[in-house]
């Protein structure tokens, strides 16, 4: 029987209110341009409260339903979106927390949050690795002759643009939680963000339920049938 693998959460809804809460107290004390900084680093905590609260409460019901499986704790859902601009943030208010006493988070608290990406990281090479086991009654072909092409045929599941339609469907692009500016038109680049989104599911799913849960929502990534000229 498959054991059900968990983190020990944060809790970061109430790390960035907190954090948040910090800072609004603190700005009104601070020069000019410390008060700038300070009122952008607020604007963007609550850009991601904002996006963690979507993330929650509409967009992993929506995926769950598409599974057949709870994903259980919303907060890891919402890690799974955290991309790695995010870094950047929370390390430039670690660094000026060093410098003062206005912060109630520990810098290990404010380090913790400023690794959330990689967790995020982890769980896409967890769903990429479950997906190229979990995938095979998907392709399987009891014909002997065709053994040489189950590679082939794995690679037209996982491949990202092929992820990519299922990231779209999920809608986890446009809801992912970044501060890079949207201004590339590298179709393979972006693909392979949303590759990774959607791994990072699958990995969700495979600490949850195993492979089990993910051969069973592997009928989700079909490939559509190629089109005849």
Known sequence: MHRSLTWNLPGIEGRLTTLRD???????ALSMGDSAKFRRWVGDIETVL???TVIAGTVQPEVEADLGYSLGDR???VIALFRPSTRNLFDE??????NGCWCTLTDAMLRELAGL???AGA?????????????LPAIWDPDIAKAGVLTQNRKAYDRNSNLARLCDRWGLYEHRIHFDIDISRNARKINHTKGTLVESAFGI??????LKGVASAAELLRPPPLRRG
């Open 205 to 210: 799913l495979f600490l949850k339920e195993g």
């Open 117 to 119: 990406h990689e967790v």
């Open 22 to 28: 910090d800072l609004v107290r603190e700005t009104p």
């Open 123 to 135: 769980l896409a090479w967890i769903g990429d690795a479950a997906l190229k086991i979990g995938l």
């Open 75 to 77: 907060e890891q859902f």
């Open 50 to 52: 904002t996006k963690a």
């Open 93 to 98: 208010i670690a660094e000026h927390a060093q």
